[in-house]
């Protein structure tokens, strides 16, 4: 039987690949916005886009007027936007399971940023995931100031919980890695 309040429900997560760069699976994919959401992921949906440069370049310019490819997009849904955006009719999503939003990723942004930061690539893109699923819940670092710094000790404490660095430190021995 269905909890109609979505409680004790896990995150689920809709992962659409445009583009065959790699990317990591959906289950991690859901652990780490599930993460970043806390309780608030029970009897929520999650669609995760997967984009090449060029759709990345024009969503980016569409809606944040900057004319270049970007690494995640967020974009908070109401019920019908959601259905709309993944083409499923109105109500046709799991009962008790409500539409949280999409995340649109680069993962050759992403991919670019680790190698240009000296980070391991899962560790960028476990960061992007946990960005992206915060600005879902309403997190703005672009407002500056105290809300920049409330994002950020968010997503400092997710990611040691998921066993990750703090991704505002830089490396110390980034000079002499490898590339990725």
Request: net charge positive.
């Amino acid at each position: 039987m269905t909890n109609r309040s979505g409680r004790g429900r896990a995150l689920a997560l809709g992962l659409t690949r445009g583009t065959r760069d790699w990317a990591p699976g959906a289950a991690r994919l859901r652990r780490w916005a599930s993460a970043a959401l806390g309780r608030r992921a029970a009897g929520r949906e999650l669609s995760v886009r997967l984009v090449g440069r060029a759709e990345s370049r024009r969503l980016n310019q569409r809606w944040r007027r900057i004319d270049k490819p970007t690494n995640v997009l967020s974009f908070p849904a109401t019920r019908s936007v959601h259905a709309m955006s993944v083409g499923q009719p109105l109500g046709s999503q799991p009962l008790g399971t409500v539409p949280l939003g999409d995340l649109v990723i680069c993962p050759r942004v992403v991919r670019d940023e680790a190698r240009q930061q000296g980070k391991l690539l899962t560790a960028h893109w476990a960061h992007m995931v946990v960005h992206g699923s915060l600005h879902l819940l309403g997190y703005d670092h672009e407002q500056g100031g105290v809300e920049q710094r409330r994002m950020e000790r968010r997503e400092i404490d997710v990611l040691r919980r998921l066993g990750f660095a703090n991704p505002y430190v830089q490396r110390r021995d980034t000079k002499s890695r490898k590339p990725l």
